[in-house]
């Protein structure tokens, strides 16, 4: 069974924290980020089991201060884009110290929050915190048990992405661990329900109903949803008239730019249209 619309995984962390290694050693790819920042990048990776067969689409952020992030995403224009995020894989580095430690406590409390106030205790979403290596040595020497311990309290799995099976195929509950794991989380993971469409303009296709490939055209509606959703206006402002018609010319100057991408890319083998128009998709998020 084809999977036609996914709900979306969710990739972050504080800045270099390590998402982008964690997805090529997923994927075998990663986005080529154009500035120093991750935030706002997509992805997607194709899965294939014996029940079912997707592209999920990976949104990856950026969290500089887990207070303004939390703030954002608390708001009630964020839920819709929360209620079609199918994973959470939190990347940290092994912390140095204590105060390490407790920025990650606050960072899965801050996700967990989010998750509880937009979907109840009801949320299915599957959450992962994903320790990744750490350059500084020596490191704080925390043992599995008690990171275990730390991440079930906010509702996550960990997950070293180090760690080996010790020569065994899996470990004493007969899962997978390391980078493995992950993969084994997120593909047993139910993905059906990502239908929900965010709040987007049309006026992304042209005027005869062409567009971009359905795929990069999908990338761009999401990317720019995502955008408007989470940062969306708050209501309380009497400018609204004026805001409005910002937003139109807006969406009207990224249609041509959209427009372009297309008529630029005509001509192109199919592999690389695709490479051309997702990297130029993805640069133009980044303006918005």
Known sequence: MEIQHPR??????????????????????????????????????????KYYTATIPIWIDEVPSVREWR?????????????VIGAWIFCFRRPVTTAHVAAIKEALKAIADVIERACGYSGDAVCLAVAMPQ????????????????????GFEYIDSEEKAGGKPKNDFGE????????????ANDWEGGEVELDVSEEWE???GEGLDAEELEMGRELFGLKAAIHG???ESGDEEEDEE??????????????AIKETSEGMPEAERKRFAAKAVNDLMKDL
């Open 8 to 49: 979306r995984i969710l990739a972050l962390g504080a800045p270099d924290s390590g998402v982008l290694g964690l997805l090529r050693d997923l994927t075998g790819s990663t986005p080529a980020p154009q500035t120093s920042t991750t935030a706002g990048l997509s992805h997607s990776w194709s899965l294939k089991t």
């Open 246 to 259: 910002t937003q139109v010319d807006e969406l009207e100057s990224m249609m041509r730019k959209m427009i």
């Open 135 to 154: 350059s500084t040595t020596p490191y704080l020497d925390m043992g599995k048990e008690e990171w275990d311990e730390v991440c079930m309290e906010y």
């Open 233 to 235: 206006e708050d209501g």
């Open 71 to 83: 703030s954002e995403f608390i708001k009630p224009e964020a839920k819709e884009v929360i209620s």
């Open 206 to 208: 042209d005027e005869e």
């Open 176 to 187: 997978e661990v390391g980078v493995k794991r992950v993969e084994e989380a997120i593909m």
